[in-house]
Protein backbone atom coordinates (compact mmCIF):
# COMPACT_ATOMS: atom_id res chain seq x y z
CA UNK A 1 0.00 0.00 0.00
CA UNK A 2 1.00 3.39 -0.66
CA UNK A 3 1.55 5.94 2.21
CA UNK A 4 2.34 9.39 3.23
CA UNK A 5 3.56 11.15 6.27
CA UNK A 6 2.15 14.58 5.36
CA UNK A 7 -0.13 16.09 2.58
CA UNK A 8 0.72 19.21 1.10
CA UNK A 9 -2.25 21.34 -1.00
CA UNK A 10 0.30 23.74 -3.06
CA UNK A 11 -0.41 27.67 -2.91
CA UNK A 12 1.88 28.34 -5.48
CA UNK A 13 4.04 26.53 -8.05
CA UNK A 14 7.64 27.99 -6.25
CA UNK A 15 5.74 26.31 -2.83
CA UNK A 16 5.76 23.00 -4.78
CA UNK A 17 9.09 22.87 -6.62
CA UNK A 18 10.60 23.38 -3.68
CA UNK A 19 9.09 21.06 -1.78
CA UNK A 20 9.64 18.45 -4.56
CA UNK A 21 13.34 18.71 -4.44
CA UNK A 22 13.73 16.65 -1.56
CA UNK A 23 14.06 13.10 -2.19
CA UNK A 24 11.10 11.62 -0.33
CA UNK A 25 8.57 13.73 -1.70
CA UNK A 26 6.34 13.45 -4.32
CA UNK A 27 4.02 15.14 -7.21
CA UNK A 28 0.79 13.94 -7.29
CA UNK A 29 -1.31 13.60 -10.58
CA UNK A 30 -4.21 11.61 -10.51
CA UNK A 31 -2.32 9.05 -8.76
CA UNK A 32 -3.35 5.89 -10.31
CA UNK A 33 -0.12 4.58 -11.30
CA UNK A 34 1.42 5.66 -7.78
CA UNK A 35 -1.25 3.88 -5.80
CA UNK A 36 0.08 1.40 -7.33
CA UNK A 37 3.46 1.09 -5.04
CA UNK A 38 4.19 0.07 -1.80
CA UNK A 39 6.15 3.04 -1.23
CA UNK A 40 6.45 5.60 2.02
CA UNK A 41 6.25 8.89 0.84
CA UNK A 42 7.35 12.08 3.25
CA UNK A 43 4.93 14.56 1.72
CA UNK A 44 2.92 14.08 -1.28
CA UNK A 45 2.23 17.47 -3.36
CA UNK A 46 -1.63 18.01 -4.59
CA UNK A 47 -1.22 20.84 -7.31
CA UNK A 48 -5.28 21.01 -7.45
CA UNK A 49 -5.30 24.69 -6.44
CA UNK A 50 -2.81 26.19 -8.79
CA UNK A 51 -5.01 26.31 -11.94
CA UNK A 52 -3.87 23.19 -13.77
CA UNK A 53 -6.70 22.26 -15.60
CA UNK A 54 -8.53 22.58 -18.85
CA UNK A 55 -7.29 23.11 -22.26
CA UNK A 56 -6.71 26.88 -23.29
CA UNK A 57 -6.86 27.43 -27.62
CA UNK A 58 -4.55 29.91 -28.53
CA UNK A 59 -4.51 30.74 -32.15
CA UNK A 60 -0.90 28.65 -32.69
CA UNK A 61 -1.61 26.32 -30.16
CA UNK A 62 -3.31 24.05 -27.47
CA UNK A 63 -2.38 24.54 -24.02
CA UNK A 64 -3.01 21.70 -21.79
CA UNK A 65 -2.72 21.64 -17.99
CA UNK A 66 -1.39 19.01 -16.12
CA UNK A 67 -4.74 17.82 -14.12
CA UNK A 68 -6.33 17.84 -17.79
CA UNK A 69 -7.78 14.53 -17.00
CA UNK A 70 -7.72 11.84 -19.98
CA UNK A 71 -11.41 11.76 -20.49
CA UNK A 72 -11.27 15.72 -21.04
CA UNK A 73 -8.83 14.99 -23.64
CA UNK A 74 -10.78 12.20 -25.20
CA UNK A 75 -13.59 14.42 -25.34
CA UNK A 76 -12.07 17.47 -26.25
CA UNK A 77 -13.68 18.40 -29.52
CA UNK A 78 -11.55 20.96 -31.12
CA UNK A 79 -8.71 18.87 -30.77
CA UNK A 80 -10.25 15.69 -31.96
CA UNK A 81 -11.32 18.08 -34.64
CA UNK A 82 -8.14 19.30 -35.74
CA UNK A 83 -6.53 15.71 -35.40
CA UNK A 84 -8.78 13.55 -36.97
CA UNK A 85 -10.08 12.48 -33.60
CA UNK A 86 -6.87 10.53 -32.94
CA UNK A 87 -6.92 11.67 -29.16
CA UNK A 88 -10.38 9.61 -28.86
CA UNK A 89 -9.41 6.58 -30.52
CA UNK A 90 -5.67 6.52 -28.86
CA UNK A 91 -7.01 7.09 -25.26
CA UNK A 92 -10.60 5.23 -25.10
CA UNK A 93 -8.54 1.76 -24.48
CA UNK A 94 -7.10 2.85 -21.34
CA UNK A 95 -8.75 1.10 -18.79
CA UNK A 96 -11.98 2.37 -18.15
CA UNK A 97 -13.93 6.27 -18.44
CA UNK A 98 -14.09 5.81 -14.49
CA UNK A 99 -10.20 5.70 -14.72
CA UNK A 100 -9.60 7.89 -17.09
CA UNK A 101 -11.94 10.54 -15.43
CA UNK A 102 -8.96 10.54 -12.75
CA UNK A 103 -5.66 9.55 -15.01
CA UNK A 104 -3.79 13.52 -15.59
CA UNK A 105 -2.33 14.47 -18.72
CA UNK A 106 0.84 15.59 -16.15
CA UNK A 107 0.99 11.90 -14.73
CA UNK A 108 0.61 10.29 -18.35
CA UNK A 109 3.43 12.27 -19.69
CA UNK A 110 5.59 13.03 -17.28
CA UNK A 111 5.94 9.14 -16.68
CA UNK A 112 6.99 8.60 -19.85
CA UNK A 113 6.11 5.27 -19.54
CA UNK A 114 7.22 2.55 -21.75
CA UNK A 115 3.82 1.49 -22.70
CA UNK A 116 1.92 4.59 -23.12
CA UNK A 117 -0.36 5.20 -25.98
CA UNK A 118 -0.54 9.15 -24.86
CA UNK A 119 3.29 9.83 -25.15
CA UNK A 120 3.04 7.98 -29.05
CA UNK A 121 0.19 10.27 -29.97
CA UNK A 122 2.07 13.70 -28.53
CA UNK A 123 5.08 12.98 -29.79
CA UNK A 124 3.32 12.39 -33.70
CA UNK A 125 1.72 15.92 -32.74
CA UNK A 126 5.44 17.32 -31.95
CA UNK A 127 4.13 18.36 -28.86
CA UNK A 128 6.55 19.87 -25.84
CA UNK A 129 6.32 19.85 -22.40
CA UNK A 130 6.35 23.08 -20.43
CA UNK A 131 8.07 22.17 -16.97
CA UNK A 132 8.48 25.26 -13.56
CA UNK A 133 12.29 25.71 -13.89
CA UNK A 134 13.74 24.23 -17.38
CA UNK A 135 11.05 26.01 -19.38
CA UNK A 136 9.36 24.34 -22.42
CA UNK A 137 11.25 21.45 -23.99
CA UNK A 138 10.00 19.13 -26.85
CA UNK A 139 9.00 16.06 -25.79
CA UNK A 140 11.15 14.00 -28.18
CA UNK A 141 13.96 15.99 -26.20
CA UNK A 142 11.56 15.08 -22.85
CA UNK A 143 11.58 10.93 -23.59
CA UNK A 144 15.28 10.63 -23.93
CA UNK A 145 16.22 12.51 -20.41
CA UNK A 146 16.65 10.94 -17.39
CA UNK A 147 15.45 11.65 -13.81
CA UNK A 148 13.91 15.19 -14.23
CA UNK A 149 13.24 16.59 -11.02
CA UNK A 150 10.76 19.53 -12.17
CA UNK A 151 7.00 20.08 -12.42
CA UNK A 152 5.47 19.87 -15.43
CA UNK A 153 2.65 22.46 -15.62
CA UNK A 154 1.30 22.42 -19.61
CA UNK A 155 1.68 20.10 -22.39
CA UNK A 156 1.78 22.45 -25.88
CA UNK A 157 0.59 21.08 -29.01
CA UNK A 158 1.70 23.23 -31.62
CA UNK A 159 -1.46 23.69 -34.17
CA UNK A 160 -0.72 21.92 -37.89
CA UNK A 161 -2.74 20.87 -40.20
CA UNK A 162 -1.93 17.27 -39.80
CA UNK A 163 -3.18 14.28 -41.50
CA UNK A 164 -2.91 11.72 -38.22
CA UNK A 165 -3.28 8.03 -38.00
CA UNK A 166 -3.13 5.78 -34.64
CA UNK A 167 -3.02 2.40 -34.13
CA UNK A 168 -2.87 -0.24 -31.47
CA UNK A 169 -2.27 -3.96 -31.23
CA UNK A 170 -3.42 -5.21 -27.61
CA UNK A 171 -4.10 -8.70 -26.49
CA UNK A 172 -7.75 -8.14 -24.78
CA UNK A 173 -9.77 -5.11 -25.44
CA UNK A 174 -8.38 -2.58 -22.27
CA UNK A 175 -4.96 -4.41 -21.87
CA UNK A 176 -1.47 -2.83 -21.67
CA UNK A 177 -0.25 -2.22 -25.69
CA UNK A 178 1.70 -4.81 -27.13
CA UNK A 179 2.89 -2.11 -29.42
CA UNK A 180 1.24 1.46 -30.87
CA UNK A 181 2.06 3.62 -34.22
CA UNK A 182 0.94 7.25 -34.41
CA UNK A 183 1.76 8.92 -37.65
CA UNK A 184 1.49 12.45 -38.67
CA UNK A 185 1.73 13.93 -42.08
CA UNK A 186 2.78 17.49 -43.28
CA UNK A 187 3.15 18.14 -46.73
CA UNK A 188 5.73 15.67 -47.80
CA UNK A 189 6.81 14.92 -44.38
CA UNK A 190 5.88 12.51 -42.13
CA UNK A 191 6.37 11.49 -38.79
CA UNK A 192 6.04 8.15 -37.56
CA UNK A 193 6.12 7.07 -33.56
CA UNK A 194 6.39 3.91 -32.60
CA UNK A 195 5.37 3.02 -28.96
CA UNK A 196 5.27 0.19 -26.30
CA UNK A 197 8.28 -1.76 -27.76
CA UNK A 198 7.91 -1.81 -24.51
CA UNK A 199 10.11 1.35 -23.83
CA UNK A 200 9.87 4.54 -24.50
CA UNK A 201 8.55 5.94 -28.08
CA UNK A 202 10.81 7.03 -30.27
CA UNK A 203 9.97 9.26 -33.82
CA UNK A 204 11.39 8.37 -37.19
CA UNK A 205 10.81 11.31 -40.04
CA UNK A 206 10.77 10.33 -43.92
CA UNK A 207 9.29 12.18 -46.76
CA UNK A 208 6.08 10.12 -47.75
CA UNK A 209 5.06 10.69 -51.51
CA UNK A 210 1.72 9.24 -52.46
CA UNK A 211 3.04 5.94 -53.60
CA UNK A 212 2.35 2.85 -51.51
CA UNK A 213 5.86 1.51 -52.96
CA UNK A 214 6.88 4.14 -50.34
CA UNK A 215 4.66 3.30 -47.30
CA UNK A 216 5.78 -0.13 -47.54
CA UNK A 217 9.53 0.95 -47.43
CA UNK A 218 9.26 3.09 -44.67
CA UNK A 219 6.96 0.19 -42.32
CA UNK A 220 10.01 -2.07 -43.67
CA UNK A 221 12.66 0.12 -43.02
CA UNK A 222 10.76 1.75 -39.47
CA UNK A 223 10.61 -2.16 -38.65
CA UNK A 224 14.19 -2.79 -39.19
CA UNK A 225 15.84 0.01 -37.33
CA UNK A 226 13.31 0.07 -33.49
CA UNK A 227 14.67 -1.26 -31.25
CA UNK A 228 12.47 -4.18 -29.46
CA UNK A 229 12.10 -6.19 -26.37
CA UNK A 230 10.11 -8.99 -24.93
CA UNK A 231 7.89 -9.06 -22.03
CA UNK A 232 5.11 -11.48 -20.62
CA UNK A 233 2.54 -9.42 -23.24
CA UNK A 234 4.81 -10.46 -26.64
CA UNK A 235 8.41 -11.39 -27.93
CA UNK A 236 10.88 -8.72 -29.41
CA UNK A 237 10.13 -10.38 -32.58
CA UNK A 238 6.55 -10.23 -32.88
CA UNK A 239 6.13 -6.55 -32.18
CA UNK A 240 8.68 -6.38 -34.78
CA UNK A 241 6.32 -7.88 -36.93
CA UNK A 242 3.83 -6.08 -35.44
CA UNK A 243 5.57 -2.62 -36.30
CA UNK A 244 6.02 -3.32 -39.82
CA UNK A 245 1.85 -4.03 -39.77
CA UNK A 246 1.04 -1.09 -38.15
CA UNK A 247 3.04 1.25 -39.82
CA UNK A 248 1.75 0.04 -42.99
CA UNK A 249 -2.14 0.32 -42.04
CA UNK A 250 -1.08 4.09 -40.28
CA UNK A 251 0.63 5.21 -43.71
CA UNK A 252 -2.25 3.87 -46.05
CA UNK A 253 -4.86 5.37 -43.74
CA UNK A 254 -3.15 8.84 -44.06
CA UNK A 255 -3.10 8.44 -47.94
CA UNK A 256 -6.40 6.93 -48.47
CA UNK A 257 -7.91 10.36 -46.27
CA UNK A 258 -5.58 12.62 -48.51
CA UNK A 259 -7.13 10.62 -51.49
CA UNK A 260 -10.76 11.34 -50.52
C1 LIG B 1 -3.86 -0.43 -14.48
C2 LIG B 1 -3.33 0.64 -15.38
C3 LIG B 1 -3.44 0.49 -16.75
C4 LIG B 1 -2.93 1.48 -17.62
N1 LIG B 1 -3.05 1.30 -18.98
C5 LIG B 1 -2.54 2.24 -19.80
C6 LIG B 1 -2.61 2.10 -21.22
O1 LIG B 1 -3.10 1.11 -21.76
N2 LIG B 1 -2.12 3.10 -21.99
C7 LIG B 1 -1.55 4.22 -21.46
O2 LIG B 1 -1.10 5.10 -22.19
N3 LIG B 1 -1.48 4.39 -20.12
C8 LIG B 1 -1.95 3.43 -19.30
N4 LIG B 1 -1.85 3.60 -17.94
C9 LIG B 1 -1.21 4.83 -17.42
C10 LIG B 1 -2.29 5.87 -17.09
O3 LIG B 1 -2.97 6.24 -18.27
C11 LIG B 1 -1.66 7.14 -16.50
O4 LIG B 1 -0.69 7.59 -17.39
C12 LIG B 1 -1.04 6.89 -15.17
O5 LIG B 1 -2.00 6.40 -14.28
C13 LIG B 1 -0.37 8.16 -14.61
O6 LIG B 1 -1.27 9.20 -14.53
P1 LIG B 1 -1.75 9.78 -13.12
O7 LIG B 1 -2.42 11.08 -13.37
O8 LIG B 1 -2.50 8.74 -12.39
O9 LIG B 1 -0.32 10.08 -12.43
P2 LIG B 1 0.23 9.66 -10.98
O10 LIG B 1 0.12 8.20 -10.79
O11 LIG B 1 -0.33 10.55 -9.96
O12 LIG B 1 1.78 10.08 -11.21
C14 LIG B 1 2.62 9.39 -12.11
C15 LIG B 1 4.05 9.95 -11.96
O13 LIG B 1 4.13 11.27 -12.47
C16 LIG B 1 4.53 12.19 -11.44
N5 LIG B 1 3.72 13.39 -11.68
C17 LIG B 1 2.39 13.47 -11.82
N6 LIG B 1 2.01 14.70 -12.18
C18 LIG B 1 3.15 15.44 -12.24
C19 LIG B 1 3.42 16.81 -12.57
N7 LIG B 1 2.45 17.66 -12.92
N8 LIG B 1 4.71 17.21 -12.53
C20 LIG B 1 5.72 16.38 -12.19
N9 LIG B 1 5.50 15.07 -11.88
C21 LIG B 1 4.24 14.61 -11.91
C22 LIG B 1 4.24 11.50 -10.13
O14 LIG B 1 5.06 11.95 -9.09
C23 LIG B 1 4.53 10.05 -10.50
O15 LIG B 1 5.91 9.80 -10.49
C24 LIG B 1 -2.33 2.64 -17.07
C25 LIG B 1 -2.22 2.79 -15.67
C26 LIG B 1 -2.72 1.81 -14.84
C27 LIG B 1 -2.61 2.02 -13.35
Same mark, same amino acid.
Given at each position: ????????????????????????? +??????????????? $???????? *?? #???? +?????????? #?? %????????????? =??? %????????????????????????????????????????????? @????????????????????? =?? $?????? $???????? @??????????????? =?????????? +???? +?????????? %????? *???? #????????????????????????? %??????????????? *????????
Amino acid at each position: MLTFNRYLRATSLEEAYTEAQKKSS +VVLGGGMWLRLGKRR $IGTAIDLS *DL #GLCG +VEETEDSYRI #GA %YTTLRDLECHAAL =NTQ %YSGVLRESLRAIVGVQFRNLATVGGSVFGRFGFSDVVTVLLALDA @SVELYKAGVVSLERFCTMGRV =ND $ILTHVI $IPKRSLSV @SYHAQRNSATDFPVL =NVCAARNGEQ +VTVC +VGARPARAVA %YRYTL *DGTA #GKAERIANEIASRAVFDSNTRATAR %YRRHLCCVLVRRALD *DILEKEEA
